[in-house]
C-alpha cells in the first residue's frame, strides 16, 4: 500500500531532531516489510506554542491548513495519510478530527488512515497545574521548552476543552472514527528516566506514568458516568434529598493501547520517540517501531480488533515484567519501587440550573455501610483540583491497591505486605452553601462492588459528572396581598428562608 506518513510534534519544538531515528529506520523498516510509506512532515514550530494567547485549537485549525496546503492534491487524487503523533500532538490531531471530521456522515471515509500517538495526554497531565516558570526548567516536559497558559490549560486535569473532546469521544466519537476508515492508536511508556526527576516536583517520578503523561491519562478506553441527585423532599420535618442515582453510562468503543517497554515521555536515552536508533532492527526502539508498522498494516476492522486485543495482552504481560524497579547506586542501598496499575477519575459537579458547584467536599467511601476507614492504605496517589473549572476535581487512584494484592519480595524481603483492597466503592458530596435561601443537600451514592467494578478500571480513565438539586427557599420571591389602601409596606429585610420550593 501507498501511504503518506505525517509526523506531528509535541509542543514548543525547535528542532526536527525531536523525531531522533524514527523518521528514517520506519521508512527503512516499512520499505523492507512492504508497506510502502511515503513521507511527508507537517511542521508545528512556527506555530509558537509558548505564547499565552495560542490554544490547543489555533494549533488544530493551523494543522488542517498544513494539511490542505501540503498535501491537499494527493488527498483529492485518493491518497490518505498516516498521522504519528508525540505528546500533545496527539490531543491536537484529535481536536482536528472532531472539529473538521467528526461531524461528516461515517460513510465519507477521513483523509487520515492511522492516528498513532506515542505518549499523548489525551486527559491531560498533572504536571500542567505546576505553572509556566517551572515548567520551564522541567526538560522532560515538552523537549524542554516551556509552553504558554493557553497550552496549560486544555492540558490541565479536568479542562472544560479536554471534558468536552474526551466526552464526545466516549459517546459517539470512537465508533465513528473507526467507521470512517481512520484506526486510533496509543503507545505509551510508564518508564521513569530518574535523571529528569525534580525533587521539588514529585510528578516527574510518578509511578503509573512516563514522567509526564499517566497511562490511564493516554489511554483512551474510557468511561462516562452520571449521576443525578434525587429531588429534595420533606422528612421528619426536615428537608434531605440524599441520594446520588446514575443516569448514564458510557463506555467507549475498545481501542488499541500498548505499553511500550522500558520507555519515558522523551529524552535521548529512554524517550518512546526521541530515543529510537536509526539502524535497522536496532535493540533500542524496536519496541516502538515494531509496534507503529504493525499498526500501519490494520486495513479493516477486524485486524484492528485483532491487534487491539494483542496489543492488550502485551501490555498485562510488560506491567508485570515491570512492577518491580531497582535504582542502582554506588555506596547506598538501591531504593526498589512498585510499579502498581492506576486508574484516574474526574469529578464535576454542577446543578441542576446548569450553575457550576466550585466549593464542595468529595469523600470517598467503601465497605458496605459506606465508611471511608475501610479505604485500604495508599489507594488515593494524587488529587487535583483543576484552577479554571474549580468545579472539577481529579483524582488519582492506585488500582492494585483498591483490588487487593499480594505479598511482593524483592531480593528476600517483602517490599509490601498483602493487602484485601476495598470491595465496594462510593461516594458523598457536601456542598456548600448548606442553608441560606439557596443551598445544597449532602448526598451520596452508596459503596457497592458494582460501582468499584464500574469506575476503576486499570490504566484507564473515567468521567463522573454529578448533577446536584438546587435548593431555593420561597422568599425568595414573594407576592403580599394588602388589605388597605393606600397598600401598606413592608420591611422584609430580616426576613428567613422559610419552605423550600418543591418541583
Known sequence: MSTLLVFVHGWSVTNTNTYGGLPDRLRNEARAAGLGIEFRHVYLGRYISFHDEVTLADVARAFDAAVNDTLGTEIAAGKRFACITHSTGGPVVREWWSRYRSKQSASIECPMSHLIMLAPANFGSALAQIGKARLGRLKSWFNGVEPGTGVLDWLELGSRSSWALNTEWIRSGARKMINQ?????????????????????????ETGSDGVVRVAAANMNARYIRFEQEAPRTSKGKLIAPMLEPTEVKTAPTTAMRIVRGAAHSGSDKGIMRSVYRPENHPRGKDVTDSILQCLAVTDKDAYKALTADQAQQSTAIQKEEQIEVEER???????????????????????????????????????????????????????????????????????????????????????????????????????????????????????????????????????????????????????????????TRDFKRIKPGKAVLD
Open 181 to 205: 476508515g481512520a484506526y486510533p492508536f496509543v503507545l505509551t511508556g510508564q518508564t521513569i528516566d530518574r535523571k529528569f526527576y525534580d525533587h521539588l516536583n514529585s510528578y516527574t517520578g
Open 330 to 488: 554506588l555506596l547506598l542501598r538501591d531504593p526498589v519501587f512498585v510499579h502498581d496499575r492506576y486508574s484516574m477519575v474526574i469529578f464535576r459537579i454542577t446543578d441542576d440550573q446548569g450553575y457550576p458547584v466550585n466549593d464542595f467536599d468529595l469523600l470517598i467511601t467503601a465497605g458496605t455501610e459506606g465508611d471511608p476507614n475501610r479505604l485500604p492504605s495508599g489507594f488515593l496517589v494524587d488529587r487535583q483540583q483543576n484552577r479554571r473549572s474549580r468545579n472539577t476535581v481529579t483524582l488519582y487512584f492506585n488500582y492494585d491497591v483498591m483490588i487487593g494484592t499480594p505479598e511482593i519480595r524483592h531480593d528476600g524481603r517483602v517490599i509490601r505486605d498483602a493487602s484485601d483492597g476495598a470491595g465496594c466503592l462510593g461516594f458523598r458530596i457536601d456542598a456548600r452553601p448548606t442553608d441560606g435561601f439557596v443551598h445544597y443537600l449532602p448526598c451520596e451514592a452508596k459503596a457497592d462492588a458494582e460501582k468499584l467494578k464500574q469506575v476503576l478500571q486499570p490504566n484507564q480513565t473515567t468521567l463522573i459528572d454529578i448533577q446536584l438539586s438546587r435548593v431555593v427557599h420561597k422568599p425568595v420571591f414573594e407576592i403580599d396581598k394588602t388589605k388597605t389602601s393606600p397598600a401598606e
